[in-house]
């Protein structure tokens, strides 16, 4: 089970990809976890990339499918994977498609979870956040019992700067412009499963594994 998984921010593709790792036991390779970790361990496309990322520049592709190449001939990877955050553009999408056939590794699926925009922006606009616990609400869906209060602690609830409506519609339009093209290039290739990510998280994961596993 080799899967690209695909969504919106705020669709809920990490509370899925938790879960799928949990019942099918394979990894989640996110590229940005194996960047830091290639970086940390200074294997030589880590100390590649660290140079370019401290000039503040972004790390090319031809490194990060290198990453890519090197995590997916892991042995946990032998049963299968879910690539999350990579590719995102259809450039990228080509790219690691060639690497993964190269290898005898194609993917299987592209699970895209989809969510209504006015949905997401609720979901990413209302999020509050204790300032001295951390816990978090959402004024829409799941608010405090006291307006701007934690439960917990009494502590003063705040809206993070990248919760703001004008940065969330940026993001939404960034995803809009690049990622969602993917579905398309996906689509062609007879492998884009889509489920509808709304519902309890239990409801939405019955649904993803169903369609996974063809039933």
Do not use: H, W
Request: proline letters at 5%; hydrophobic letters at 35%.
């Amino acid at each position: 089970m080799r899967i690209v998984l695909l969504g919106a921010p705020g669709a809920g593709k990490g509370t899925q990809a938790k879960m799928l790792i949990e019942k099918y036991q394979i990894p989640q390779i996110s590229t940005g976890d194996i960047l830091r970790k290639a970086v940390a361990d200074g294997t030589p496309l880590g100390k590649e990339a660290k140079v370019i990322m401290d000039k503040g520049e972004l790390v090319p592709d031809k490194i990060v499918l290198g990453l890519v190449d090197e995590r997916v001939k892991q042995d946990d990877c032998k049963k299968g994977f879910i690539l999350d955050g990579f590719p995102r553009n259809t450039v990228q999408a080509e790219a690691l498609d060639k690497l993964l056939n190269d290898i005898k590794m194609p993917l299987d699926s592209a699970l895209s979870v989809d969510v209504p925009r006015d949905d997401l922006m609720k979901r990413l606009t209302g999020r509050r956040t204790c300032k001295s616990c951390q816990q978090m609400y959402n004024v829409y869906y799941s608010p405090p019992k006291k307006e701007g209060a934690c439960d917990k602690c009494g502590g003063e609830l705040f809206q993070r700067d990248d919760d703001k409506e004008e940065t969330i519609k940026k993001r939404l339009d960034v995803y809009d412009a690049q990622t969602a093209p993917l579905i398309d290039y996906y689509n062609k290739k007879g492998i884009v499963k889509s489920v509808l990510g709304k519902g309890s998280i239990d409801e939405i994961f019955k649904q993803v594994c169903n369609i996974l596993e063809g039933k």
